[in-house]
């Protein structure tokens, strides 16, 4: 069961990479920016990453300047969770389920049912990783919560 359920998390996770390795490289295409060396690697840990290859100085710098331009714009469209989805808050390093929306904040509780709901900046806060799923779903089933 946990080998499927891993097999089934580690399939998702590299479908979203590739998707998001393909919406990236259209994307700086459609401004002349090319990354030639694009690509999704997966990393010792099994979780799937993005890899950029060898930027020469110009794209490099024309990457940055992008990245730099729309952040702001990032931070007006990202989507709100719906509600029970784990995250990972990077600026305390723990795993929540999303409660809600507090102001400009997000709403999180404990994914494992411990410690008090806090708020997170949601420009800090990320999809947790393969792992991170299956240490919170075997928590789940070990605490009598799967399902």
Known sequence: MINELLAQL???????ARTACDYLGSALKSIGVALPGLKVEQT????????LGNLDIDP??????VVLA?????????????????????STSRLGK?????GEQWRLAGAFGNG????????????????????????????????
Do not use: Y
Request: glycine fraction near 10%.
């Open 10 to 16: 580690r399939a998702e996770q590299f479908e979203q």
């Open 44 to 51: 010792e840990s099994g979780d799937f990453r993005l890899a």
């Open 60 to 65: 490099g710098k024309e990457l940055a300047f």
């Open 70 to 90: 729309g952040a702001s714009v990032l931070h007006a469209i990202k989507a709100v969770p719906n509600a029970g989805e784990l995250l990972v808050d990077t």
């Open 98 to 102: 999303f409660c809600g929306v507090e």
């Open 116 to 147: 008090e709901p806090w708020t997170a900046d949601p420009l800090k806060v990320r999809e947790p990783t393969v792992n991170e799923r299956v240490r919170a779903d075997m928590a789940a089933v070990i605490g009598g919560k799967a399902g």
